[in-house]
């Protein structure tokens, strides 16, 4: 599904414009961008829970040169499911 398909089933399913459908989409995805962007976190309950983690800084290797190279610690997004979300998936 892509965005635009996501935009089209929230218009008819609450019954308003697809523009109004988009607006509403693109202000989910600019809150919890903005949310995670700060150290926050945003639970779904049900649903799940958009957070940022930590990740260490590590040593990789180049697979084509085989050199070692340091890549440096990050804050990565992540998404945890929801127990309802996970038991309706199961099914």
């Keep these: 599904m892509t965005k635009a398909d996501l935009v089209r089933k929230l218009a008819e399913a609450a019954e308003v414009s697809k523009a109004k459908a988009e607006l509403l989409v693109n202000s989910f995805l600019s809150t919890v961008t903005a949310l995670l962007k700060k150290g926050d976190k945003l639970t779904l309950p049900g649903f799940g829970t958009f957070l940022v983690t ?35 998936v199961s099914k």
């Design 54 to 88: 930590k990740r260490a800084a590590r040593e990789g290797i180049n697979p084509r040169t085989k050199a070692k190279l340091k890549i440096p610690a990050r804050r990565v997004p992540k998404f945890k499911a929801g127990s309802n979300l996970k038991k309706t």
